[in-house]
């Protein structure tokens, strides 16, 4: 199956779900932000079994939850960039990315 360009509607769901995810960390709810990220990082994945094959490595390491709730930010927070990078910047200004992701994402270039 071939991938599609990512819709303003994607990226805003995506940014929805890490929003929730980041609050469910912040609170200790390692769990619910996991299952956050990973539905944010499933919107119209650059790569089909991503999530599975982190899953892998991370029981192959044998992590605590925190640690995998941080890898699953980091997985959702690259999806996010790559996702609002694909939007034309006509489309960019139709998503209102949060201030201090927009800040972060700037040094990733």
Known sequence: MSR????????RQIQDYFQEG????????YKEAIEA?????AIN???ENHLDELSTKLKTMSVKLVQES???????????KAMIDELSENEKDLVPVDNSLADVFKGWD
């Open 45 to 47: 994945p650059f790569e």
């Open 37 to 41: 990220f990973k539905k944010g990082a």
């Open 70 to 80: 941080i890898a699953y930010m980091g997985c959702a927070a690259v999806h996010l």
């Open 4 to 11: 599609q360009r990512a819709t303003v509607e994607q990226v």
């Open 22 to 29: 980041n609050e469910y960390h912040n609170e200790k709810k």
